[in-house]
């Protein structure tokens, strides 16, 4: 079941969503306050986001820009709701990363075609972009990962870690640049939070030290030879 996750503040308006969303099956949770909105979505894994760009504590543009930085989450399909009705309004909330946006009051059965029209164009690219590095492979649309075609069991912080290793295949990733795509900048998280993940992905992944490689004094890459 898709699972959308709904962050306003407007009670009246949360409800009448999660009713007309449960109508057409999909599963919600619902966040008012803005600084918690990424905790949330950490702990839910939701299938798309609809966003308040005016909300208490964090502004739902700066939220967007989070989700955006975040890996997991990079992709996910967002639509942006607001009562400010301005073109370059809308173009700075497209700007930002939100895949539509729609001002208040707006109709619930075009809101429904939205989310759907999003849904479908975003299942449709996560099933042509697997990721491959040598030997490993990564389906993002099953979430799951391989390694000369056996399936690995990762755990969901080591999967966001491989994912941003693997999509730029090759490429040394400092732990600063770790720390700011795996943890989105959490100040609450350090350094060495990184290398203790990257002993947790390579114990998942059976790596003798040839998968996933340490560059002396720079950081972290994956090995893109096919062996």
């Known amino acids: 079941m898709t ?19 449960g109508r ?19 702990k839910e894994c939701p299938d798309f986001v609809l966003l308040d760009w ?30 400010r009705g301005d073109e370059s309004d809308k173009v700075k909330g497209l700007s930002i990363g939100a895949d539509d946006y729609m001002t208040k009051p707006f109709s619930i059965p075009e809101l429904l ?25 990564m389906d993002l649309s099953t979430k799951q990962v391989f390694r000369n075609n056996k399936i690995m069991e990762l755990g969901p912080t080591e999967f966001r870690l491989l994912q941003v290793l693997m999509e730029k295949a090759g490429h040394v ?15 609450h998280v ?15 992944l059976e790596d003798d030290g040839n998968l996933i490689r340490t560059v002396r004094s720079s950081g972290y890459s994956v090995n893109i030879d096919k062996n």
């Open 190 to 204: 350090q350094d060495r939070t990184v290398d203790v993940h990257i002993r947790r992905l390579r114990k998942a």
């Open 113 to 137: 075609a939205r989310i759907q029209a999003l849904l479908r164009r975003t299942k449709t690219f996560l099933k042509q972009k697997p990721l491959t590095a040598g030997i490993l492979k």
């Open 54 to 83: 005016m909300l208490p504590n964090v502004s739902g543009a700066d939220i967007c820009r989070k989700i955006r930085r975040h890996v997991r989450f990079k992709n996910l399909p967002l639509i942006m709701l607001t009562a």
């Open 24 to 42: 057409q099956s999909y599963q919600t949770c619902v966040c008012m306050d803005g600084a918690k909105v990424m905790s949330l979505m950490e």
């Open 173 to 187: 990733f400092s732990r600063e640049d770790l720390l700011q795509l795996v943890w989105a900048g959490d100040i």
């Open 3 to 21: 699972k959308i996750l709904i962050v306003e503040d407007e009670p009246g308006l949360v409800k009448l969503l999660e009713y007309n969303l």
